[in-house]
């Protein structure tokens, strides 16, 4: 009977020992492999978000880049404010995910990029006068001209005054060139971003419910 109970105590042991450190390394290693599996899931959802977000900012961009050049083309056509605006809002109103105020010259630019958040962007559209720019030009210009031929005539007997004067002129003609070729049309008074902002467009509903035991 002694031999018998020795002989359990030398082989029955060590093998629950045995089972219960297998059971143990199973569980920890199914634990595991359920948090990567989650880990996994959260950072694959995170990168499509991430890269969705950038592609509508991205869209955007050139969106703002092609509104600017439009734009540019417009100044270029219409000769006034109200000819300016109505080309602006025939061209807003064909794009797609655009809203055009025209009362406040704004454009707003909405692109989803997920089913509860979308980008908003809203642009300001400005009008410059590129036709009263060019008159003030040249009628600085001629005031210009105008005023050393006077001087010339004036110091007609003086040689090397009549050749300053002469180098003015050309001077002069070298600035009205220049002022003339100023991009008065830049993006900077043309369009201007008021806000670049990412919205929530699903409905929250929160949960209130409170689970209160009632007892049996």
Known sequence: ???????????????????????MLVILSLLGYGTSRQDLRSSSLSLEQTSAYYNACSEAADFYSELVQTLEGFQEQAKTETAYYQLVSDYLNSQENVEWNSEEHTAEYVKAFSDTQSLAVKVSVFWTDRTADSTAFDAAASDT??????????????IVASDTITSDIVA????????????????????????WNTVVTA?????????VYKGE
Not at 203 to 211: I, V
């Open 1 to 23: 009977m002694k031999e018998k109970n020795h002989l359990f105590s030398a082989t029955g042991i060590p093998s629950l020992f045995l089972i219960f450190g297998v059971l």
């Open 145 to 158: 001209i105008t005023s050393d031929i006077v001087a010339s005539d004036t110091i007609t007997s003086d």
């Open 172 to 195: 002069s003609d070298r600035t009205v060139t220049n002022n003339a070729g100023l991009d008065v049309t830049s993006s900077n008074n043309i369009a201007g971003i008021l806000s």
């Open 203 to 211: 409905d929250w509903n929160p949960d209130n419910s409170q689970s």
